[in-house]
């Protein structure tokens, strides 16, 4: 049995399938727009930087070849194991098992805290809004990635799998919050079509999935997102 730190919300597709996981971390955004869209509003050169909800760690050496030192934070056991294996010849890189909720990292210690497409979904993330608020030191940022379930092709399949989500709700609560946002108009690029099929049948219903395959042709998906930042 896998070792999960106590409170984790589970992450079904990266949890159950890392390895298809890891082909969509691969063609998420080939133009690098999400990184720099955070560098330009807070850059992390010689800064300390948290990656929440790391997975296995793939953006944990992009991160590390500006950042001061990286902390890789990840509820999954297994999963953080292989973030640490990932990086093990990075000395500036460190990994935790440990939830967003409960950061095992001291006050006002990071620059920099980002989470992408992890915990931060709007109305019930507020424990770990608070330790946001209390690791990020004055002068830092904090960052969350997620889809933007009001546009595209790939928002209406989100849509279709979790009815229960409204993205109206999860609007006003990071604007109650005090967070601005800006929309993010991501792709996903494949080399192989069998990937891109594989990647949709773990982000969607079965039903749901088919669809999405049956009406992508080719090797790229737009992938709809908004970028939502704090500064503290």
Known sequence: MPRIARGAIPSPNIW????????????????????????????????????????????????????AAVIGVEPHGDLAGLARRRCANLPNVSVHAATAQDLPIPDGSVDVAMARWAYFFGPG???????????????????????DATRGSFGRWFSRTVPAYSAREVEAFWVRQGWQRRPLDLTMSFERRADLEAVLRIEFAPDVAEQAVA???GLEIFYPNVLRWRYF
Do not use: K
């Not at 424990?127 to 990020?136: A, D, F, H, K, Q």
């Open 125 to 147: 993330c507020e424990p770990g809004l608070r330790e946001l608020s209390r690791v990020v030191r004055r002068g830092g940022a904090a960052f969350v990635i997620d889809l």
């Open 16 to 67: 159950n399938t890392p390895q298809v996981y890891e082909l969509e971390n691969r063609a998420v955004d080939p133009q690098g727009a999400a990184d720099a869209a955070m560098r330009e509003l807070r850059p992390w050169a010689g800064a300390t930087v948290l990656d929440i909800g790391c997975g296995t760690g793939y953006h944990l050496p992009v991160l590390a070849a500006d950042a």
């Open 215 to 217: 009406e992508t042709p």
